[in-house]
């Protein structure tokens, strides 16, 4: 199967949206919820932010969000509302940590579709990231992963990412993890 990755545009934000909603593992019945962050120019889940696998008959297969560091907590509190409302009280009983930082490419959110799985469409899409952040100049390439999920920690690290540490956010346990050639081979 034949996969082109390319940028996002404007009509891809319901794509967007289904990605972000099923990476975090969330009820898909909130798209509409998630939908005005990614239609949105200034937040961390714009279609601007975002890639797109499509396969070589049109099927837009899969997608990773991915952004610098510098912009998180610039549009971290934008992006939220957005997505949680108004209600500053939603967003102020929300646990979580900075999930990037400064001089760090962070691969935000990745999904593929059920029926576009098991074809490599995910990798490509980290290489692709990976590829995207060291040619912006970024030495360190991060990500997050629930540390509950074993199998999902192993893909990374078979990808070349070591855990650094623990974090929580949005009140779980998750693994940071750096690209080990983004850090001089480590």
Not at 20 to 45: F, K, N, S, W
Not at 158 to 179: L, S
Request: aromatic share 10%.
């Amino acid at each position: 199967m034949e996969i082109i990755i390319r940028n996002a545009v404007s009509s891809d934000s319901e794509f967007i949206a289904w990605t972000v909603m099923t990476a975090i593992g969330a009820e898909l019945d909130g798209l509409d919820r998630a939908l005005p962050m990614c239609q949105a120019e200034d937040t961390l889940y714009s279609w601007k932010n975002a890639r797109i696998a499509v396969t070589e008959d049109g099927t837009v297969a899969g997608c990773l969000i991915s952004y610098p560091g510098e912009i998180y907590e610039r549009l971290r509190d934008r992006t939220w509302k957005r997505f949680l409302g108004n209600a500053k009280e939603k967003i102020a009983r929300q646990k979580f940590e900075s999930e990037t930082f400064p001089g760090e490419y962070y691969l935000d959110s990745l999904a593929v579709k059920p029926e576009c799985r098991r074809h490599g469409i995910a990798r490509l899409l980290m290489r692709d990231g990976i590829a995207r952040g060291c040619s912006l100049g970024f030495k360190r390439i991060t990500l997050i992963a629930k540390s509950a999920s074993p199998a999902l920690l192993a893909y990374y690290g078979g990808m070349g990412f070591v855990a650094e540490n623990r974090m929580t956010f949005f009140g779980e346990d998750y693994t940071r993890m750096a690209w080990k050639d983004a850090k001089g081979g480590q």
